[in-house]
């Protein structure tokens, strides 16, 4: 089996554990941003380092109080940039910029009492769009306008969660990107590899607050 078919059968194994498993769930939601990497090659003799930014909701994760296994719904945009010139003098200016919607997998390790460790993979499917302008090193200057096409992914890794408030908490994650895309333009074809982002996470947790029983005998100031 391919390294790109094992991602979603890994994910299908998961879904039908956790469906089997769970029986109530603890949900939060969550806001993140970070720096993000991955390469450019628009030869096999010279490769381009892209650097930008990692946005990401998370509309929800739904964990089974049970078996600590979890599933999730991601909103998730790339976009990525560089220059650079190669061997021969000519410059390159790529533009990449990718908005999907993942479904994730994983299981929480919940540690002290306030720290979630979680392990994860995610499989998606959105928008990828790219742009490039060359500059030969004789000055010509070429730009390729963006073209835009529907691409599939995968990402795996982990979150680390700490429970700050009751609802409101914060997060890091380290996350791996599983994806090579070709670039094809014209006279100028390349990849991309997409490589990893580091984010910071804003948690907020739906878990129903208990309401405190009322003591009869307690007066409105708090006295007897």
């Not at 390469?39 to 109080?65: C, K």
């Amino acid at each position: 089996m391919s390294t790109r078919l094992l991602l979603p059968a890994s994910l299908l194994l998961l879904v039908a554990f956790t469906a089997f498993a769970q029986q109530e769930d603890s949900t939060m939601s969550w806001l993140a941003t970070g720096p993000a990497t991955a390469t450019y090659a628009p030869d096999s003799n010279y490769v381009l380092s892209l650097t930008g930014t990692h946005s990401e909701i998370t509309l929800w994760q739904d964990r089974s109080v049970f078996t600590n296994f979890f599933d999730g719904l991601h909103l998730i945009s790339l976009d990525l940039s560089g220059e650079g010139t190669d061997g021969s003098g000519n410059l390159h200016a790529p533009k990449y910029s990718n908005l999907s919607l993942f479904y994730s997998l994983g299981y929480d390790w919940y540690l002290a009492s306030f720290a979630h460790v979680q392990p994860y993979v995610a499989y998606g499917i959105g928008t990828v769009a790219f742009s490039n302008t060359y500059t030969a090193s004789s000055g010509t200057i070429t730009p390729y306008e963006e073209k835009t096409e529907i691409a599939d992914w995968g990402i795996y890794g982990v979150n680390l969660i700490l429970e700050i408030t009751g609802k409101l908490w914060l997060g890091y994650a380290l996350n791996y990107y599983h994806e090579t895309q070709t670039i094809e333009f014209q006279d100028n074809d390349g990849s991309v590899e997409l490589g990893s982002s580091q984010t910071l996470m804003l948690v907020w947790n739906w878990e129903r607050v208990p309401i405190k029983s009322i003591d009869p005998k307690a007066s409105f100031w708090g006295g007897r």
